[in-house]
């Protein structure tokens, strides 16, 4: 390719991002009429006031079991990713076949707090709950990406090897060895995401750090909460230094051993928990199709589609757009206090840092502590998700303009910044930002455990009302939902590579 076609295809893809920025932000500004975000709380400054002094005042010593509650956190993390990967490696080598991709689409769509609940059910407040909910979606996840880094993967290492060696040692080391890096990396950064996930279970119960966080800020214990809140980012940024990929075997052992003990399942609950319990009223005590009552069938499933499914995803989208296009005002501000191109480099750790506090705390968790200041709407968690995913891809984007080579220009900082940097960037940063999309719904449909009116209110309730059958209907829109975003960012992503040559 021509230097002058690499320019060309580089204007059409930052052309491209442009309008695709400017359509989110419209998007953003004609549905906020329709958003509840106003601020609910009596006195939010008092309230904030007194975070900030459990904040500068953290009381480690006040929680009793918390020396357990980090080692189970890490137990249900470290398990639950070796469990997904015992499972999703096998199915990254046929994720080619369409059977298997949609089935991993619709299990990595189905958030782990949601897998939780399920679970819940049968297996009660025992670590099989927790160490399932992670490995499910984590395995699917783990198939695609181990899949797509095999096809990105070259096949001249295969022509090096003797044509009558079998299959496996063909396959072992021809494409696992080339891609081993990138494979533990992947890994490593899959359990960073497990140990949030683990936490954030603990608000649904489970003996892990998040259910001593949320006990103490929901009484008002601020230090106590802030010191959980500083173990747990401590915990999530040094894990480069504590937890190395090879170890991870080890550690597997270690958590298999330290695991808090597994209690008795009876399988009893769990028949009747799939034969009646999740099974719609009209198909309960049902053995042919002729006993079907498909009227009944028909005005059960109505109803929660218009009473519950459709309020639920319309306010669930509401609320991912806006927290999408907040996402994006983070992601350029975030970015711009941690680039070395702008500041000296004291000031850049100090970005940094404030970028590795943003994306370690779970969105769940922020959004509940934003939830407590501002009261019950959709604002908390527009902020939550902001301020986590803006972090995560301005991380991801610092390394790669730290990475380029100023101009030899007469231009101030600013300028070689604003003109050369971040035109360079910009494409790569709002790609990783649909790439992102697809957790946002994830996470919005969640945050209706929170009382925030979106699909997970509804799910949520419907759980508290013992109606499982009405609960897995709106799980299965959730992830459906959720797919469906999937393959809209994927489109997004895909048409300014597919159209780039009419330049």
């Given at each position: 390719?021509?230097?002058?076609?690499?320019?060309?295809?580089?204007?059409?893809?930052?052309?491209?991002?442009?309008?695709?920025?400017?359509?989110?932000?419209?998007?953003?500004?004609?549905?906020?009429?329709?958003?509840?975000?106003?601020?609910?709380?009596?006195?939010?400054?008092?309230?904030?006031?007194?975070?900030?002094?459990?904040?500068?005042?953290?009381?480690?010593?006040?929680?009793?079991?918390l020396?357990?509650?980090?080692?189970?956190t890490?137990?249900?993390?470290?398990?639950?990713v070796?469990?997904g990967?015992?499972?999703?490696?096998?199915?990254?080598?046929?994720?080619?076949?369409?059977?298997?991709?949609?089935?991993?689409?619709?299990?990595?769509?189905?958030?782990?707090?949601?897998?939780?609940?399920?679970?819940?059910?049968?297996?009660?407040?025992?670590?099989?709950?927790?160490?399932?909910?992670?490995?499910?979606?984590?395995?699917?996840?783990?198939?695609?990406?181990?899949?797509?880094?095999?096809?990105?993967?070259?096949?001249?290492?295969?022509?090096?090897?003797?044509?009558r060696?079998?299959?496996?040692?063909?396959?072992?080391?021809?494409k696992?060895?080339?891609?081993m890096?990138?494979?533990?990396?992947?890994?490593?950064?899959?359990?960073?995401?497990?140990?949030?996930?683990?936490?954030?279970?603990?608000?649904?119960?489970?003996?892990?750090?998040?259910?001593?966080?949320?006990?103490?800020?929901?009484?008002?214990?601020?230090?106590?909460?802030?010191?959980?809140?500083?173990?747990?980012?401590?915990?999530?940024?040094?894990?480069?230094?504590?937890?190395?990929?090879?170890?991870?075997?080890?550690?597997?052992?270690?958590?298999?051993?330290?695991?808090?003990?597994?209690p008795?399942?009876?399988?009893?609950?769990?028949?009747?928990?799939?034969?009646q319990?999740?099974?719609?009223?009209?198909?309960?005590?049902?053995?042919?199709?002729?006993?079907?009552?498909?009227?009944?069938?028909?005005?059960?499933?109505?109803?929660?589609?218009?009473?519950?499914?459709?309020?639920g995803?319309?306010?669930?989208?509401?609320?991912?757009?806006?927290?999408?296009a907040?996402?994006?005002?983070?992601?350029?501000?975030?970015?711009?206090?941690?680039?070395?191109?702008?500041?000296?480099?004291?000031?850049t750790?100090?970005?940094?840092?404030?970028?590795?506090?943003?994306?370690?705390?779970?969105?769940?968790?922020?959004?509940?502590?934003?939830?407590?200041?501002?009261?019950?709407?959709?604002?908390?968690?527009?902020?939550?998700?902001?301020?986590?995913?803006?972090?995560?891809?301005?991380?991801?984007?610092?390394?790669?303009?730290?990475?380029?080579?100023?101009?030899?220009?007469?231009?101030?900082?600013?300028?070689?910044?604003?003109?050369?940097?971040?035109?360079?960037?910009?494409?790569?940063?709002?790609?990783?930002?649909?790439?992102?999309?697809?957790?946002?719904?994830?996470?919005?449909?969640?945050?209706?455990?929170?009382?925030?009116?979106?699909?997970?209110?509804?799910?949520?309730?419907?759980?508290?009302?013992?109606?499982?059958?009405?609960?897995?209907?709106?799980?299965?829109?959730?992830?459906?939902?959720?797919?469906?975003?999937?393959?809209?960012?994927?489109?997004?992503?895909?048409?300014?590579?597919?159209?780039k040559?009419?330049?």
């Open positions: 390719m021509s230097e002058l076609q690499r320019v060309k295809n580089a204007d059409y893809a930052l052309g491209y991002w442009q309008k695709v920025t400017l359509s989110i932000w419209v998007i953003a500004l004609v549905i906020i009429p329709f958003a509840d975000i106003e601020i609910v709380s009596f006195d939010p400054f008092l309230e904030l006031t007194r975070m900030v002094n459990g904040l500068v005042t953290p009381d480690f010593f006040a929680t009793e079991y020396f357990q509650a980090i080692i189970q890490v137990n249900f993390a470290i398990i639950g070796c469990l990967l015992v499972l999703g490696a096998p199915l990254s080598l046929i994720y080619q076949n369409p059977i298997v991709s949609s089935c991993c689409a619709f299990l990595r769509a189905i958030h782990e707090i949601f897998w939780a609940l399920l679970f819940l059910q049968v297996f009660g407040l025992s670590p099989i709950t927790g160490i399932l909910a992670i490995a499910i979606p984590f395995a699917a996840t783990f198939a695609r990406v181990f899949h797509d880094i095999f096809n990105q993967s070259s096949d001249s290492p295969l022509e090096s090897i003797d044509s060696a079998d299959i496996i040692s063909r396959f072992t080391y021809g696992i060895a080339q891609v890096p990138q494979l533990m990396s992947y890994t490593r950064y899959r359990f960073e995401c497990a140990l949030r996930s683990s936490a954030v279970l603990g608000f649904i119960g489970m003996p892990t750090l998040g259910f001593y966080m949320e006990t103490a800020f929901r009484q008002g214990n601020y230090s106590e909460g802030a010191a959980l809140l500083i173990i747990f980012i401590a915990l999530i940024g040094s894990i480069r230094y504590w937890c190395p990929p090879k170890s991870l075997g080890i550690y597997l052992v270690i958590a298999c051993v330290t695991l808090v003990d597994i008795n399942v009876d399988s009893s609950l769990l028949v009747r928990f799939i034969s319990d999740i099974l719609p009223p009209a198909l309960v005590n049902v053995t042919t199709l002729a006993e079907v009552q498909w009227s009944s069938l028909t005005a059960w499933f109505s109803t929660i589609l218009s009473n519950q499914a459709i309020p995803a319309i306010a669930t989208i509401t609320l991912a757009l806006l927290a999408l907040a996402t994006h005002f983070i992601t350029l501000s975030a970015h711009a206090i941690a680039s070395k191109h702008l500041w000296p480099t004291p000031l750790w100090l970005g940094r840092f404030i970028l590795l506090i943003g994306r370690s705390v779970p969105e769940y968790i922020l959004a509940f502590i934003f939830l407590m200041l501002l009261g019950p709407s959709m604002l908390p968690a527009v902020i939550a998700l902001a301020i986590h995913n803006g972090c995560v891809i301005a991380y991801l984007a610092v390394k790669q303009s730290n990475a380029i080579t100023p101009q030899q220009m007469q231009m101030t900082r600013l300028n070689q910044f604003n003109y050369h940097i971040m035109p360079t960037i910009y494409p790569n940063m709002m790609a990783l930002m649909f790439y992102r999309f697809e957790i946002i719904v994830r996470e919005t449909a969640v945050f209706g455990i929170l009382g925030i009116m979106t699909l997970g209110f509804y799910i949520d309730s419907n759980f508290s009302e013992i109606r499982y059958s009405n609960a897995l209907v709106l799980i299965t829109c959730t992830a459906l939902l959720n797919v469906a975003i999937d393959i809209i960012s994927r489109r997004l992503l895909k048409f300014p590579q597919t159209n040559t009419r330049c």
